[in-house]
């Protein structure tokens, strides 16, 4: 596929072999780039079953002879839950399920194409920083690929996204300090050993990548695209990906339009929503971030221009909900839905039940980007106690009478 390299801030393109991360006249924080395809393909059938992501192949910035990494990302779960919507006052609602995917997060998208274009320019190691399910994604998928990865991550992570990553054998530095922190260092790290960055916003693959789950959800939806799609948002480029993914498909003459995209936020980690309200996109609203909701919990959002622009187009906004809004919400859409997702996944159910009012008689699709199990310390306190009882038939007929089971 034939493309250009487009700084969001100053609009200078670049050929692909002129830059490899960011605009080297506005920097990287405010020189993100974007991928501008010369022509889109028309092409409606995918094989999302066999190829998952790859099946957009077409649509991404790969040579024909890609390298695929063996495992099947993408080609997640889309399902309908007609009687929510029904008691939401929505016309539908459809949940997109990417804690399905191989290390179960959304940011497996991402991982895959990174690692094609690491093979594709010659890397044998790529690095990443990560609260967690950047960091599991990478290790997994590189462990698959035969290629080396080395993590930063704060030391404050969830043991069960670091086990992971110790289990598929990256190399692991845990940083003393925050999420920005293991960020930073990780730039200094990888540019000192010349190594191929996975850091959400510098490597402007990664979005193209992570739009291939807005590309599934419409040609799971036979192109019938809904008027809302949620999202949570920490860095800012799913939520980007969000939009890319629909516009990309409007642009080629498949679809009609590109549904209003709604970013949610941790009402701790909520730079990107107050610098979206405070109009002024390349002055950044940072902020010292706390959340729950690890995988969205930061406070310098590198793709923070891009969100913010890309969700003003779609006529969308941002929202934010508290940490007891997102433990509420996970146990509710598990009971509801069948989905369990992690702190960050729920937000996104947390932001649809804080304005489900505003979206009366619209269709809307929810992105859930993480599997519950990756940190179900989290969730433990939102949910009943376990019934200990004897193995005798009075005592557990007690107990279940107590606990209103019969």
């Not at 920490?234 to 939520?239: A, H, K, S």
């Not at 949610?264 to 107050?274: I, Y």
């Not at 779609?314 to 598990?334: C, L, N, P, R």
């Not at 979206?359 to 990756?374: A, P, R």
Request: hydrophobic share 40%; aromatic share 8%.
């Amino acid at each position: 596929m034939s493309y250009k390299l487009r700084c969001v801030h100053c609009g200078r393109t670049y050929e692909p072999n002129e830059v490899l991360y960011t605009c080297p006249v506005c920097g990287p924080r405010l020189g993100t780039l974007e991928v501008v395809y010369d022509t889109l393909p028309t092409e409606t059938n995918f094989d999302l079953e066999h190829k998952g992501i790859w099946a957009f192949s077409d649509f991404l910035p790969v040579k024909k002879n890609h390298f695929e990494v063996p495992l099947l990302v993408g080609n997640t779960p889309l399902y309908e839950k007609k009687e929510l919507a029904k008691e939401m006052g929505l016309a539908n609602l459809y949940i997109k399920d990417d804690g399905r995917n191989p290390t179960a997060s959304y940011k497996d998208r991402a991982s895959a194409l990174a690692i094609a274009k690491a093979k594709e320019l010659g890397y044998d190691t790529v690095y990443c920083a990560s609260t967690g399910n950047a960091a599991s994604s990478l290790s997994g998928l590189a462990a698959a690929s035969g290629i080396k990865s080395v993590i930063f991550v704060p030391k404050a992570a969830p043991q069960a996204k670091i086990t992971q990553l110790l289990v598929y054998g990256a190399t692991v530095i845990a940083v003393d300090g925050s999420y920005d922190d293991a960020f930073d260092l990780s730039l200094q790290v990888g540019e000192e050993f010349g190594w191929y960055c996975r850091n959400s916003a510098i490597n402007p693959y990664l979005l193209e990548g992570k739009k291939t789950g807005a590309m599934e959800a419409a040609y799971q939806l036979d192109w019938n695209i809904p008027d809302v799609a949620m999202v949570s948002v920490g860095d800012g480029t799913v939520v980007s990906s969000i939009y890319k993914g629909f516009r990309d498909l409007k642009e080629a003459g498949i679809t009609n339009k590109i549904p209003k995209i709604i970013g949610v936020q941790a009402e701790g980690a909520n730079a990107v929503m107050r610098t979206f309200e405070s109009g002024i996109y390349d002055k950044p609203q940072d902020m010292k971030a706390s959340s729950m909701a690890d995988s969205i919990s930061v406070g310098k959002p590198r793709d923070v221009l891009k969100a913010c622009k890309y969700v003003e187009s779609s006529g969308g906004k941002f929202i934010s909900v508290s940490d007891e809004e997102i433990g509420k919400a996970i146990v509710e859409m598990a009971r509801k839905t069948g989905v369990f997702a992690e702190p960050a996944g729920a937000t996104t159910y947390a932001g649809l039940k804080k304005i489900s009012k505003e979206l009366l008689g619209m269709s809307v699709v929810l992105f859930i980007t993480g599997n519950g199990l990756k940190d179900i310390n989290t969730v433990r306190s939102y949910v009943g106690q376990v019934h200990v009882v004897k193995p005798e038939l009075q005592a557990a007929k007690e107990v279940l009478k107590d606990a209103g089971a019969i």
